[in-house]
């Protein structure tokens, strides 16, 4: 079955700091996978995806994502997070069905 | 370009009641998506609608039910509520089939008391 995993619920970061934020999942075969946005009171918004290629994927809001079959991985990065980056962030795998983890609510430290 | 939009934002129901959710999908998007999200919790796929037929459900009951209109836009019903059913309801639409590239509304908070 498929299924995502985020570890972190909560992460706090100041801003202008580096960010990481982990995905882990299980899927069958080669798997469509994607990092979403939730602000407050806002539907999901897409940030980036991966069908295949180059494992390094750039997305919007100058994030990027690195897919790693070996370990099941597909973590969030960001060089400089900002205050508008606070929101809660999903990971998501699938193609006519999107399995989603948990979600990461990342706060901003000024 | 006009987005995806949900009605109503927010709704109470009683346990038992039947509630109609409505979202029309962007401009030019033929395949339309709803998800529960309860607090706390990631979106749970409910089912897809590709020009007007179901093209995909997951593991919801048979009371939740959908239908899509040949404009596109889309309806989820959910009849015999349950207190388990309070969530946020999203729809989301996409240009493609089956590439997870949705398009999202802002939901439809549903109460069930």
Redesign the interface.
């Known amino acids: 079955a498929q299924s995502?995993t985020q570890p972190d619920i909560h992460i706090t970061v100041s801003e202008g700091a580096s960010l990481e934020l982990r995905c882990n999942y299980s899927y069958g075969a080669t798997p469509?996978l994607?990092w979403?946005v939730q602000s407050p009171?806002?539907?999901?918004?897409?940030l980036l995806?991966y069908?295949s290629g180059d494992t390094l994927v750039q997305g919007i809001k100058g994030f990027e994502a690195e897919f790693k079959r070996s370990q099941s991985s597909f973590n969030l990065r960001k060089p400089s997070v900002h205050w508008s980056d606070a929101a809660e962030y999903?990971c998501?795998v699938?193609?006519?069905?999107?399995?989603?983890?948990?979600?990461t609510i990342l706060r901003v430290k000024s | 370009e006009t987005g995806v939009t949900q009605s109503p934002t927010h709704l109470i129901k009683t346990r038992g009641q039947q509630v109609t959710l409505r979202c029309s999908s962007q401009s030019g998007h033929n395949t339309v998506s709803w998800y529960q999200q309860a607090l706390g919790q990631g979106p749970q796929f409910i089912f897809q609608y590709y020009r007007e037929e179901e093209n995909g459900r997951g593991n919801f009951p048979p009371r939740f039910s959908g239908l899509q209109f040949p404009n596109y836009s889309s309806e989820l019903n959910v009849n015999a509520l349950e207190l388990d059913d309070s969530a946020l309801y999203l729809c989301a639409s996409s240009l493609e089939l089956n590439t997870g590239e949705l398009f999202f509304g802002e939901g439809s908070r549903l109460t069930v008391l």
Not at chain 1, 41 to 46: I, K, N, P, T
Not at chain 1, 94 to 103: D, I, N, R, S, T
Request: charged fraction near 10%.
């Open positions: 995502v469509y994607f979403y009171g806002q539907g999901l918004q897409l995806k069908f999903f998501a699938g193609a006519l069905k999107l399995v989603f983890g948990a979600g």
